[in-house]
């Protein structure tokens, strides 16, 4: 356990350690200091004491989410970032309310009994899904989604492109001007001797603007 440290406000706190990518630390690597009478706690990266790390001051002083803060500063997961005397308060005052509402002790007693009999997790899900997601994430989604499928489509392109130059060709490209605009193969033969998708084929050469020419597609006039 860290020993609580005694603040001495007129000094200017010295860099005390490192992070792994060098952001100077302000307290010790893996630990969070805490004043003598646990009241407030020391920030990593500027040395300020506050009584709660996680709400205003992190976020908006250095821009960081909670575990964003505790990854960088060497805390565990689940760290506390607040002040010892804070955590004993809410649990003090947590305990003061089971004991005298009833609707909570209830309502504690069936978590514990879904809990044990699997189904917390279940209804936990089953609610995530219910609710409608929030703007922001819907566009956290939809720009992974994009960045998905533009690193896959990337990566089946690098795959014909060396299989062009497995053919014999300097390059996809290469292969397609000759194969395709010098000697009129299809685009289904084109396909098969890439070992790629039909449309793959025609979007290459939609690329590299030599068609595709629906007189050969192989395809009835409509590849």
Same mark, same amino acid.
């Given at each position: ?69 505790? #990854?960088? *500063?060497? &805390?565990?997961? @689940?760290?506390? =970032? %607040? +002040?010892? /005397?804070?955590? !004993? ?20 007693? #069936?978590? *514990?009994? &879904?809990?044990? @009999?699997?189904? =917390? %997790? +279940?209804? /936990?899900?089953? !609610? ?37 130059? !497995? ?57």
């Amino acid at each position: 356990m860290v020993p609580p440290r005694r603040r001495r406000a007129d000094d200017a706190p010295p860099v005390v350690d490192r992070a792994l990518d060098g952001t100077p630390l302000y307290a010790p690597r893996g630990e969070l200091p805490s004043e003598v009478d646990g009241s407030a706690v020391q920030c990593h990266l500027c040395g300020r004491w506050y009584r709660d790390l996680a709400s205003a001051h992190m976020r908006w002083v250095h821009q960081l989410t909670a575990g964003e803060y505790r #990854e960088l *500063v060497g &805390l565990r997961p @689940r760290h506390p =970032l %607040q +002040a010892p /005397a804070r955590s !004993a308060a809410q649990a003090e005052l947590m305990r003061h309310r089971i004991a005298t509402e009833p609707r909570l002790r209830k309502a504690m007693a #069936e978590g *514990v009994t &879904l809990a044990r @009999r699997g189904e =917390l %997790q +279940a209804l /936990a899900e089953r !609610a995530l899904r219910e609710r409608p997601a929030a703007l922001e994430r819907q566009w956290q989604l939809a720009a992974s989604g994009s960045r998905l499928g533009t690193a896959r489509a990337d990566a089946f392109r690098a795959r014909r492109e060396q299989r062009a130059c !497995a053919l014999g060709y300097v390059s996809l490209e290469d292969f397609y001007r000759r194969r395709y605009h010098d000697r009129h193969a299809r685009v289904d033969e084109l396909a098969a001797e890439l070992a790629c998708a039909y449309s793959a084929v025609r979007g290459d050469l939609e690329r590299f603007g030599l068609g595709p020419d629906r007189g050969r597609s192989g395809r009835g006039g409509s590849g």
